[in-house]
């Protein structure tokens, strides 16, 4: 669902690819990106919140210097938050974003709980105009045992 703004979030492993979200196992790391772009004329405040699947920690949020100068520069351009937060059940950043220009937002989350959980959408949205707004689809994860 999106309306003024895009979102989309994916899983990427620590070389860039993609991970499949069926088949972790406890201890598994996995970056949690975040990326959109707003298609509204004028700044927006914008809030990104993603709750975590149960099973699941936030380890470390990364920032533009992490992609730009650090280990992750595969994640492309990071965006700079007024606010990055990783919380217990979620990770949430807010920032002013310029008309028609893309965010892109990322973290390090560990598997840290064997089962089947589901994996809930991100959500995007304007703090003062909250029509405008994006989800991404809901799935499922599994977290299968350690060795």
Do not use: C
């Not at 003024?4 to 990427?12: A, D, E, N, P």
């Not at 217990?88 to 990322?106: E, I, P």
């Not at 840290?112 to 689809?137: C, H, I, K, S």
């Amino acid at each position: 669902m999106q309306n003024g703004v895009t979102l989309s979030k994916r899983l990427v492993g620590f070389t860039g690819g993609a991970v499949d979200a069926a088949a972790l196992h406890q201890g598994d790391r996995v970056i949690v990106l975040v990326t959109g772009r707003s298609s509204q004329a004028r700044t927006m405040q914008l809030v990104v919140d993603d709750p975590l699947p149960a099973g699941f920690e936030i380890e470390t949020v990364l920032g533009p210097d992490d992609a730009q100068n650090g280990p992750f520069k595969f994640l492309g351009q990071l965006s700079t938050a007024s606010v990055q937060e990783a919380r217990d059940d979620r990770y949430v950043a807010t920032m002013n974003l310029a008309g028609k220009a893309n965010f892109a937002f990322a973290y390090v989350a560990r598997a840290v709980t064997p089962g089947e959980f589901l994996l809930p959408g991100a959500q995007a949205r304007d703090m003062y105009r909250p029509a405008l707004n994006a989800r991404t689809a809901v799935g499922r994860t599994t977290i299968s045992p350690g060795p």
